[in-house]
């Protein structure tokens, strides 16, 4: 997702009329700190600069809530008619963090039609692998 996510913005760049020299060094290699999950927001630019960072660093803070853990939750309707036959189906989901997380805004950067923000958690100590949960296999 983080990859799909990353060409995207990359796409907008590049489509905006940016130029793709002028991504700074963090989004085209991401840094890497032990203990540490770094995220990237990113928003159009808007008429008025700080309304665009505000909403790049809001995405940020999102993306680094999901980066720690997520769960999703979803809801299944089904409508039959007499016989079995199935005549409605719906369906909802929903990707929500498991924790709250305070980002760290650590740049901010304008690339064409497009705002990047990089924040970074502030808690250092936290153990991704030790909180994710594998479903067991029935038998």
Request: charged letters at 20%; a negative charge.
């Amino acid at each position: 997702m983080n990859l799909l996510a990353c060409t995207l913005t990359v796409f907008t760049a590049w489509y905006a009329g940016g130029d793709q020299e002028a991504l700074p060094a963090w989004f085209v290699r991401m840094p890497e700190e032990p203990g540490v999950v770094y995220a990237v927001g990113y928003a159009r630019a808007y008429a008025v600069y700080d309304s665009a960072a505000a909403a790049a660093a809001r995405d940020a803070a999102h993306r680094l809530r999901m980066a720690m853990g997520s769960a999703i939750i979803g809801e299944r309707l089904f409508q039959t008619l007499p016989g079995g036959q199935v005549m409605y189906q719906g369906e909802k989901f929903a990707e929500q963090p498991l924790y709250e997380v305070t980002p760290v805004y650590l740049d901010t950067a304008q690339v064409g039609g497009m705002i990047l923000v990089l924040a970074v958690s502030r808690e250092q100590e936290i153990s991704l692998s030790s909180v994710r949960r594998v479903p067991e296999k029935a038998p």
